[in-house]
DNA sequence: AGTAAAATCATCCTTAAGTATGACCTCCAG
DNA sequence: CTGGAGGTCATACTTAAGGATGATTTTACT
């Protein structure tokens, strides 16, 4: 019961109004036989008043434009998943047991733990590396490492 | 002129139609001494029409009533730009020098190149690479480079 | 002013790393 | 089938790195 009457309230009320005025009206009407000429200035005064009906009606009831605005929101992404760049790999020319011997190199293995972890010996590891510098322009573990991930070979 | 006309465009509009409907009354006053008991429905009719004429005015004079919808659109970004993780830091409680030494040597200088760069000799830096790397729990320095990058202290 | 931490330098020694060279094997394409 | 590339191993040598210890000087803080 109250949600109709929540639901119909500017039609309620404006069947009310109605009512209200015209019952003005008739009331007026009777008046008006006494007071001659006064038609005019009542009929202007129900205009007046049934235009600002018409106006608080039209405000109460236009139904508002919605508008989207979207918001961008950055998310920093920490994780920053690694690509290798097969790009620079080609270029690089470097053999599998080169780029397995770089990766042990940049998780800090020394050369007799990385010929133990590939089931080879000391001096292989030496070799393998010793051509990696090379080809990566460097002489030293670091700086092969710091070059490596400069270019994206490895995370 | 125009220009005029355009700016107070409702207005004219709503007074030329009062007048018109003024005239129209006038008309019809004539008309209801012949038509008996029809003074109701031409009030009723005069207060419809202006009722229409108000909802008129209100929606073409009041600005359109704005709703904002925001809507969050996520994005990704992958830059992950590097933060110092401060608490390690005081864990560890490194030196100004021995975090210098420890961002050389992750750019892949030898020893010699940091003594030179830091204009100290050569046995200094090893007293401070090696103290760095008991607190970093390390025994190389590529180990301690891998740890230091892993403990956020360096990018 | 005195003390602790930091920074500096040195020496001695061991080990790891890097360089050079040569040899052997295997696989695959010309 | 043969030569080149990749992989393996070895030896010999040089240099850099790391460890241990001690000493001096700066710096900072109570």
Redesign the pocket.
Known sequence: MREFFQKYKSTILYGFSLAVLLFLMKWLEFRLIVIDHALEIYIGSIAVVFTALGIWLALKLTKPKKETIIVEKEIYVNDAEFVQDRNQLEKL?L????MEVLELIAQGC???EIASQ?F??L??I?????KL?EKLDV????QAVEKAKRLKLIP
């Open positions: 020319n053999s599998k047991r080169e020394s050369n007799q590939l080879v010996s001096p292989t030496k070799t393998h590396s010793s510098f002489n030293r573990r670091t």
